[in-house]
């Protein structure tokens, strides 16, 4: 998520770009953030995507998954608002604990990637639902090291499975979809084998409740949100958990 991009259209409906803290001076910087507009429109749209046709036939009423698809405030904030979710967290996944920091992390210094943990009940969504949702809504995964505004190899799109079952319907689920070129450019997410997943700090936790109106959040994360109550009706819940 660094640096931000917040947008704000003047009265005569120009878009005016203002990186977070910094003002853009030159005009390489704005035709950068031009790019990065452009190309997070695209971005956000909906790509609505068939089901996983293998799937896992998980018991019990609890398991969890990890999901990294670029900055973990929209991950985390979609699937709150994901039926049968009963916890998501931020965090960091790929590295080591002592480089688990957001600033060390945020300045690509890690093998890190911004990462959210799902904690759902397998009896009301499956692991494969969160998987279409997640490839829907939330990421796109023909972007490498990339999503919406953000570069860096920590915002890169991956699926981590936490046991044979997730791990094989990951994979044959990548397979399908790029047989099924719903998308103009190649997949590139890949499914990275589950290290160590550590929390990100607090304030990151819950970020789009505790903070509805950032900019960021409006521009880039409101919108995923959007689209899952939108296409997924029957998934969404009004009331996120946290």
């Not at 997070?40 to 018991?59: D, F, G, V």
């Amino acid at each position: 998520m660094l640096p931000k991009i917040a947008v704000t259209i003047a009265s005569l409906g120009v878009a005016t770009l203002i990186w977070t803290g910094i003002s853009a001076s030159s005009s390489a910087e704005e035709n950068t953030a031009s790019l990065f507009v452009s190309e997070a429109h695209a971005a956000e749209k909906a790509t609505i995507i068939p089901s996983p046709r293998i799937n896992t036939a998980e018991k019990g009423t609890r398991a969890v998954a990890i999901f990294a698809g670029g900055c973990f405030w929209g991950v985390e904030a979609v699937f709150e608002h994901t039926k049968g979710v009963i916890s998501a967290a931020s965090g960091y996944h790929g590295g080591s604990k002592r480089s688990a920091s957001y600033n060390m992390v945020s300045a690509g210094m890690t093998n890190h990637a911004e990462a959210v943990r799902v904690v759902y009940d397998p009896s009301v969504v499956s692991y494969g639902q969160l998987m279409q949702i997640f490839f829907s809504v939330i990421a796109d995964p023909t972007t490498l090291n990339a999503q919406g505004p953000d570069r860096g190899k920590h915002y890169r799109s991956a699926l981590v499975p936490m046991n044979n079952a997730q791990a094989k319907a990951a994979r044959a689920y990548l397979a399908q979809l790029g047989k099924g070129k719903y998308w103009k450019r190649p997949i590139v997410t890949k499914v990275e084998a589950y290290k160590a997943f550590y929390p990100a700090e607090t304030y990151h936790q819950d970020f789009m409740q505790k903070n509805p109106r950032q900019g960021y959040i409006v521009r880039w994360d409101k919108p995923k949100v959007a689209n899952l109550k939108r296409h997924f009706p029957k998934q969404y819940r009004a009331k996120p958990v946290g």
